[in-house]
């Protein structure tokens, strides 16, 4: 005789187990998701990051959201088939430990796949958050429907995750896409990583905020809008372009002629059809940031590469480490199939 049973309250709901927990682990919060891997969102919750030099604890504490997750949800562990990390890079070969990553101050070695494993009792994958990124992009953003997607991140850091072929390409040693560490200006300014004049000191969030307070105009509207010169960040710059203030249009386009360059050189090594740019670029929007970037790209690539290359923000705004960290989860189930 087949067996009944009643269906549950996630079912009913058309959330189909296993489902996958998302863990998005950056520079200044951490985002946690429960969810499908068609991209339905149960439940969410997210926090400021607060590294410690003790990321054990740190990582203790995201286990205790997940958990805490769960509870709300009235799930348990035993329906989450697979934990998707999406973390800053570097990571191991194995996908298993963060390596000094430089925009988690105090993190050196961690091992984060063990310890969550660990913590929770379950099954759990690490990706690179640009590569989470660039396949939650090419599934649910400004990427789907293209075999070869490019998605570059300008928050905290600077990175790059590649869809080639239709496939996430990770490279040796499962670490492409650290376009913020290729050199923009030889023994330039100095860069969190340790290296000089990488593109992440001109244009990450971090190295951005640090120039701004250190020679923003007291009288600009960057000063106004952001409650004093010591208090500049690049949302204030993108506000104060927006009324026309000459300091800001200035930085405005230093930041976007530096973002040009790295979308030139992936244009010329990976060919791809279209490059999403997420977080301060898509802020800005169309008129401060992507049609003067898409002019100083078509002026630099020929002709066979650029004609066609789309250059468009995310789709996916702030639900983006959502969507990162489940999409790192599928990731994990779809390896282990392989």
Known sequence: ???????????????????????????????????????????????????????????????????????????????????????????????????????????????????????????????????????????????????????????????????LGGRLHRGHAGNAGEVGHAPVEWEGLPCACGQRGCLEA???????????????????AVARIAGGSQQARPEHVVAAAGEGDPFARSEMERFNRYLARAIVTLAFVVAPEVVVLGTIPASAGEALCFAPLREHVAEQVWPVLGRDLRIVPAALGSELPDYAGLCAAREGLETRSR
């Open 202 to 220: 001109y244009v990450g969030g971090a190295a951005w905020t640090r120039r701004l307070r250190a020679i923003t105009p007291a009288t600009s």
């Open 1 to 163: 005789m087949l067996a009944c049973r009643r269906l549950n309250s996630l079912e009913l709901k058309g959330f189909f187990i296993p489902l996958l927990l998302g863990i998005d682990i950056g520079g200044t919060k951490v985002a946690l998701a429960l969810g499908d891997e068609r991209g339905r969102v149960l439940e969410r919750a997210r926090r400021p990051t607060n590294p410690t030099e003790h990321p054990a604890d740190d990582l203790a504490r995201i286990a205790e959201d997940a958990r805490a997750l769960l509870a709300r949800a009235d799930v348990t562990p035993n329906d989450v088939a697979c934990v998707g990390v999406s973390a800053p890079g570097p990571i191991d070969a194995q996908g298993e430990t963060l390596l000094h990553p430089p925009n988690l101050p105090g993190w050196g070695e961690v091992p984060v796949r063990a310890i969550l494993a660990d913590a929770l009792g379950l099954r759990v994958h690490v990706e690179n958050d640009a590569n989470a990124a660039v396949l939650a992009e090419w599934r649910f953003g400004a990427g789907r429907g293209y075999d070869d997607v490019v998605y570059l991140t300008a928050s905290t850091g600077i990175g790059a995750g590649l869809v």
